[in-house]
C-alpha cells in the first residue's frame, strides 16, 4: 500500500514570495491534515478535512496560508505571501475513519522543508 | 488546557542499554487517546503505539514497552536493549475525543544510540 506522498520535498524562497505544497493522502482515506513542525518542536496542527470539508482551521493564519481539497482526494498548502518565520517542515497526515477521529491512527508523509529568506 | 510534555530533550546511550522515555500530558477531557511515534532522519513520523484513557494496561512488543498511568498523567516509553536503528526523534500525543482527532504533540525527544 502506498503511503502519503508530498511534493516537493524541499523548498527554498525568498519572503514575501508565494509557495505551495501538495498532499496525496493514501487511497481511501477520509481525513486529511496539514501539521506545521519548527525546528525542535512537535507538530502543530495547521487544518484537517473530512472529505472535502473543513473540520478544523482554528490554527491556520488565514490571512496568509489556504488550503483546499479538492473532490476529496489530493490537498495543497499555500502560502502567500510568506514570512521568515513560516520556515519549517509541512507534514500531511490521513487517516481512514470518517468518524470517532479521535482514535484514528494518523499516518504522515516525509515532509516539505520550507526555508524562507 | 491540553498539553503534552517530554521533559528530556536528548538522550544518549549506548547500544545495549534500556532507555525510558518520558511523556507527562494534561486534557480536562475524561475520553482521549494517547500515541507515540517516531520519526527518523527522514522525516515521516512513524506510529508506534496507541492507547485509551480506559485501559491502563501495561502493553509490551518486542523490544518496546509501555507504561500508562493516569493517577499521573504519564504514559511512558521503553526500549529494551537498544540498538543504533532507534535514534530518532520520539513523539508523545494526545487526541481529546470531543476534538476530532486533532493530535497535540510533545516537543519530542532525540534518542541517539551510539554503537
Known amino acids: 500500500e502506498a503511503g502519503v506522498a508530498q511534493s516537493p520535498r524541499y523548498k527554498i524562497i525568498e519572503k514575501r514570495q508565494s509557495v505551495a505544497f501538495w498532499c496525496n493522502p493514501i487511497?481511501?482515506?477520509?481525513?486529511l491534515y496539514w501539521y506545521q513542525q519548527i525546528l525542535g518542536q512537535g507538530p502543530k496542527l495547521l487544518i484537517q478535512f473530512q472529505n472535502n470539508g473543513v473540520v478544523d482551521d482554528s490554527q491556520l493564519p488565514k490571512d496568509r496560508f489556504s488550503a483546499e481539497r479538492l473532490k476529496g482526494v489530493d490537498s495543497t498548502l499555500k502560502i502567500q505571501p510568506a514570512k521568515l518565520e513560516d520556515s519549517a517542515v509541512y507534514l500531511c497526515?490521513?487517516?481512514?475513519?470518517?468518524?470517532?477521529?479521535?482514535?484514528?491512527?494518523?499516518?504522515f508523509g516525509a515532509g516539505t522543508r520550507l526555508s524562507v529568506l | 488546557a491540553q498539553k503534552v510534555t517530554q521533559a528530556q530533550t536528548e538522550i544518549s546511550v549506548v547500544e545495549k542499554e534500556d532507555v525510558t522515555l518520558d511523556c507527562v500530558y494534561e486534557t480536562r477531557d475524561t475520553t482521549y487517546y494517547l500515541f507515540w511515534y517516531k520519526q527518523p532522519p527522514s522525516g515521516e513520523l512513524v506510529f508506534l503505539i496507541r492507547?485509551?484513557?480506559?485501559?491502563?494496561q501495561n502493553e509490551i512488543s518486542g523490544r518496546y514497552s509501555w507504561n500508562f498511568q493516569k493517577s499521573t498523567s504519564s504514559f511512558n516509553f521503553t526500549i529494551t536493549a537498544s540498538q543504533v536503528v532507534d535514534s530518532a526523534v520520539y513523539f508523545c500525543?494526545?487526541?481529546?475525543?470531543?476534538?476530532?482527532?486533532?493530535?497535540?504533540f510533545g516537543q519530542g525527544t532525540e534518542l541517539s544510540v551510539k554503537p
Open positions: 500525543a494526545l487526541s481529546n475525543y470531543n476534538q476530532g482527532g486533532k493530535l497535540i
Open positions: 487511497s481511501g482515506h477520509a481525513t
Open positions: 497526515a490521513s487517516s481512514l475513519e470518517r468518524t470517532g477521529l479521535a482514535k484514528n491512527i494518523q499516518y
Open positions: 492507547r485509551n484513557s480506559f485501559d491502563e
